[in-house]
């Protein structure tokens, strides 16, 4: 509910007037209130809340995931992280590359690695990272690892879906029909590796054309497994974390990968300003929303991409502040 300051600006007729919208925006970034706010909307953005329902890691393969602490802290580690760049009104970039990152006693075990301070907490903490770790912005996180893969392995095509549609508002193309199962052995029956599974998979001629154009961007994430702990072999192997893109470009790894997006920043700036406008307004964007959308990405841009001026552009736009005629005569029926 309001306090009474809002209630008292609202008795005033005072809430349409975007001087004091624009003054409501830190304060209320701050109240302890909008950890709900960031739960609800990273974890529809991220798709982060299907771990641990639609997706549930293997126990046999992940028993640690059957630690609650674990688990919450897994879950809540991108929603503070986004949480805290609100409140401290930090760059939006740090989703794709950061130097700090939420850490407490259970995630710093799981990911077997120790923040600058070398300390640790029960509860988790905005904490900055050591030197060469892999675990700034989004992609070294375990809920963004954990949801795009399978339970029991990770998944090239999952997370560079997951790269595409949820950073950077793009939609991988649809696969065909009747598409044959990935194979789970390699040649003479031996463990493979998902990579050498996946160019199995490719001999086939209708998987190879959509596979060539998808899988690179997926293959530089290879070094995290299906939990997004650090692993340098898979399948007894040794993890090829190289990717080459369609223009002949090849990534190395998650750093290049980072590099690549961040050369790609103001696409997922638009795609992040699109969806936290259809999560303000409660409804499916439509065609004449997309100049509203540009112009919260532009303003976001102007102010060196600072995370308070996302909200502050949404709550300022004319669909946050007034209704349609039509949907005003929804509302009354």
Known sequence: MPDPLLFDLAAQGKLNEPGVLKSLVPRMVLDERSVTFADRFVSQWLRTRELGTNKIPDPKMFPDYSNEELRSDIRYQPILFFRELLAQNLSLLNLIDSKYTIYSNSLAKHYAEKPAGGKTDQQPEWLELAPGSRRGGLLGMAAVLGVSSYPHRTSSVLRVSWVLES????????????????????????????????????????????????????????????????????????????GELADGSVLHGLPELKTYLLSRKDLMIRNLAAKMLGYALGRALTPGDACVVDDIAAQVKYHDYSAQTLIEAVVLSSPFRYQSPRHAEEAKK
């Not at 029909?177 to 493979?192: I, K, Y």
């Not at 990579?195 to 290879?222: K, V, W």
């Open 167 to 242: 950073l950077l508002g793009t939609q991988p193309p649809p696969p065909p029909a009747n598409v044959p199962a990935l194979p789970e052995r390699g040649a003479g029956g031996q463990p493979a590796t998902v990579r050498e599974r996946l160019t199995l998979h490719r001999a086939n001629a209708a998987c190879a054309g959509c596979h060539a154009r998808i899988d690179p961007i997926g293959f530089t994430l290879e070094n995290f497994d299906a939990l997004g702990r650090w692993r340098d072999t898979d399948g007894g192997k040794p993890v090829d974390a190289t």
